[in-house]
């Protein structure tokens, strides 16, 4: 079973809702990272947090708005999406290694997005 | 991301049979990790790679960090119907990792 917690598991919403995915870890880790994979496609990097601070943000669109509350949750807020958004949404997490390296990331099942 | 060459891309395969996977890559990386993702779950991780030619064994799979730190390589030994699903390899550098296109396998029973 995975330790890396994730809500809802399938989320259907329209283009104008607001919606939110969650993530959850209990392992200590410090670095927690939102990967966006679409079908036969492997995972996208999209956002790094750091000790709890934004470390890299791949150029997503301000549509996507991430949080990270405290060192074990990670939100993902959504508002305003497009149906080309649709995809399965990882959230992961790793230590933090000497030098910035993030180490072995452990992902969630992942939260089925479809935009309508 | 920084591209990186999985092969192969499919494979069909016997039950009890050894398989082999690979991935390249024009970039140094400091990790290599391999993982298996099975349809609508999160991939999960088989093997973490820290040092230019390290070889490492978890049960069936074994996997190489290239000593050029350019490439891996992860084989299955016996193989088992539960070993369908894809293979990921990926490079790490900082807290990037740059994922191969997978490797789907399919097990003939």
């Known amino acids: 079973d995975t330790e890396v917690t994730q809500t809802p598991k399938h989320l259907v919403m329209g283009m104008t809702n607001k919606k939110s995915l969650k993530c959850e870890q209990h392992?200590?880790?410090?670095?927690m990272y939102w990967y966006k994979q679409k079908a036969k496609k492997p995972p996208e990097l999209m956002f790094v947090?750091?000790?709890?601070?934004?470390?890299i943000n791949e150029s997503v669109p301000s549509r996507f708005s991430p949080e990270c509350p405290n060192s074990s949750l990670l939100n993902l807020h959504l508002h305003a999406l497009q149906p080309e958004d649709s995809a399965l949404y990882l959230c992961?997490?790793?230590?933090?290694?000497?030098?910035?390296?993030?180490?072995?990331?452990?992902f969630g099942e992942g939260s089925r997005l479809t935009v309508l | 991301g920084q591209q990186l060459n999985q092969s192969p891309q499919s494979m069909f395969i016997q039950e009890g049979e050894d398989v082999s996977m690979n991935c390249t890559s024009s970039s140094i990386f400091n990790t290599w990790l391999w993982y298996k993702q099975d349809p609508g779950e999160g991939p999960v991780l088989l093997i973490a790679?820290?040092?230019?030619?390290e070889l490492t064994s978890n049960g069936r799979l074994t996997a190489q960090f290239g000593i050029t730190r350019k490439d891996s390589f992860l084989n299955i030994s016996a193989s088992i119907p539960s070993d369908v699903g894809i293979y990921f390899c990926a490079g790490g550098l900082g807290y990037k990792l740059s994922f191969g296109a997978g490797t789907t396998v399919t097990v003939r029973a």
């Open positions: 992961a997490s790793s230590q933090v290694k000497a030098g910035g390296q993030g180490g072995e990331l452990f």
């Open positions: 790679l820290y040092k230019a030619g």
């Open positions: 392992m200590g880790h410090r670095a």
């Open positions: 947090y750091s000790y709890e601070k934004l470390s």
